[in-house]
């Protein structure tokens, strides 16, 4: 409503200044032509038409604006499409890996074995020796080796200082088939059975998901 009211106003306006009649040739216009009234109505008609062009031209000036004022939007830098896109994109991938973390198994209960005990998760049904093994003491993974087991001579500090590299640990490790060595910064231990963790109390490794 308040788009039409400025309008007319405009449109009054226009009228006032270009389509009032002139006053010095109020008189010829207005005169009627051959005893009929056709000067007055030619002279309304003439406002009408006038009237009516303006409002054409207005619209049509609306129109080219509003054509360009779509064109900027969409010529804008920071409007892209593809952008969204890929964001969206982006965002359902993260959503799927988190959820396929989410879904890791950890062993319950969680054994250690020999070299003869096989890998994987561990079950009451499915005995397997738990190769995800971490400390919550040292915070470190826990290694093992497969038929060899440590030295009498191992200590703290040996472990300590040399963990995680073999090539250092391997000079306290000992071949014995049969036998799995396992390993942390703090702890270490040689299994030659299946062996439910929970039976050593000194032991702080647990299962950190498969």
């Known amino acids: 409503m308040k788009m039409a009211e400025d309008l007319d106003e405009l449109l009054d306006e226009v009228e006032s200044k270009f389509c009032s009649p002139d006053p010095l040739r109020l008189d010829m216009v207005e005169r009627p032509r051959g005893g009929g009234g056709g000067g007055v109505l030619s002279n309304d008609r003439n406002r009408a038409e006038a009237k009516e062009n303006l409002r054409s031209t207005e619209a049509f000036k609306k129109e080219d604006d509003l054509d360009s004022l779509i064109n900027e939007i969409f010529e804008e830098p920071n409007f892209d499409k593809k952008h969204f896109k890929l964001k969206s994109k982006s965002s359902g991938n993260t959503s799927v890996?988190?959820?396929?973390?989410?879904?890791?198994?950890?062993?319950?209960?969680?054994?250690?074995?020999?070299?003869?005990?096989?890998?994987?998760?561990?079950?009451?049904?499915?005995?397997?020796?738990?190769?995800?093994?971490?400390?919550?003491?040292?915070?470190?993974?826990?290694?093992?080796?497969?038929?060899?087991?440590?030295?009498?001579?191992?200590?703290?500090?040996?472990?300590?200082?040399?963990?995680?590299?073999?090539?250092?640990?391997?000079?306290?490790?000992?071949?014995?088939?049969?036998?799995?060595?396992?390993?942390c910064q703090c702890s270490w231990r040689t299994i030659e059975d299946l062996t439910d963790l929970q039976t050593d109390h000194q032991l702080r490794w647990v299962c950190g998901k498969h």
Not at 141 to 149: E, F, L, P, T
């Open 97 to 183: 890996r988190a959820s396929i973390r989410g879904l890791g198994k950890s062993c319950s209960p969680v054994y250690l074995g020999g070299s003869a005990v096989p890998c994987g998760i561990g079950t009451n049904t499915s005995q397997r020796a738990c190769d995800r093994l971490r400390c919550v003491a040292c915070d470190f993974w826990v290694v093992s080796y497969d038929d060899h087991r440590w030295d009498r001579s191992c200590d703290y500090l040996f472990f300590r200082n040399n963990m995680p590299e073999f090539h250092k640990l391997k000079t306290k490790l000992v071949k014995k088939k049969g036998t799995r060595a396992y390993a």
